[in-house]
């Protein structure tokens, strides 16, 4: 039931989405090699180790963001919701009356309930992305991008434009500061066993086949018994939990809940899904390459970070690497199919 784009091609030995894969490591190796001889200090354990933690809340966001695509679908909520996530879950668990204003007292709820609350909440925005673009037939841009501008504005008005900061219990912090090996924190602990699951689901059950059929023929996939609609609100709502994960974990890194938290997150995910090989038009992906493309992003803009290029011309770096990358890889795979 996978798509055709991800069987093997006639006379080729290996499909496309597995040569994706491969010249996408590549490119990462690549990177990763030029980096490691050209920035100072770059190839050691503590920036390596500090790498892989900066990359868990962008790679824990982009599992449903991938799906959704893979699907034929955008979801652009997902920034909004990181901020809402961060937000909530320190108001729930602040204490009440811990401080004279407003914003450090909060619920006084124990930091477990705080979670649960907190991804319901997140939850409930992914069912109405559900209902926007599978009821009411949105175009899931339009209705993604109103549904993130709804989860900023609560943030907003809970933090009242600012941040939740006093009052947090001390476990608030576990999650972004514990740190295990180096920098290596409870934060990568989590994105690697949804990183784990995520694969499972894509590789190894129905529900993984059928959202590349869904994403390569949506009529095909209707006559063929599935029912589309109910899968894809299914996906909205574990993209929207998924990205309340990534805003409790930032929360947590930063001790805050602060609102500002995910801004630009909607974007940095489709770069990374995209840029790994998976394709805006739906039916191709996987997982693995928005994890690839977390890390030749990570590695990118730590690099032109360290060797101190001004903002400006950070932003022009990556995106002529990242158009490149594209480029070739979209080359590679039209010769492939010649």
Known sequence: MQSLEKRNTAGSKISNLTFVNLAMLCVLAVIFIIASLVVPRFFNINNISNLIAQQAEIIILSIGVTFLLISGYFDMS??????MAAVLSAFFCQAQGAAASDLGSGLGLSYGMAIVLTLICCM??????AFLVVKLKVNSVIATLGTMALARGIAMIVAKGAQRITGLPPEFKAIGQFTIIGTINL?????????????VIENMTVFGRRIYLIGANRVAAHLSGIKVGKQISLLYVVSAFLAGVAGIVMASRFNAGNCALGTGYEFDALVVTVLGGTSIFGGFGSVTCAVVGAFILGILSTSVNML???????????????ITAILALRFALDKRNV
Not at 124 to 129: E, Q, S
Not at 309 to 322: D, H, T
Request: no cysteine; glycine share 12%; hydrophobic share 70%.
């Open 308 to 322: 101190g290029f001004q903002p400006s011309m950070q932003m022009l770096v990556k995106g002529f690497v990242i």
């Open 187 to 199: 934060a990568v602990v989590i994105m690697l066993v949804l990183l784990v699951a995520a694969l």
């Open 124 to 129: 409930v925005i992914g069912a109405l992305n």
């Open 78 to 83: 997902v920034g909004g919701i990181i901020s």
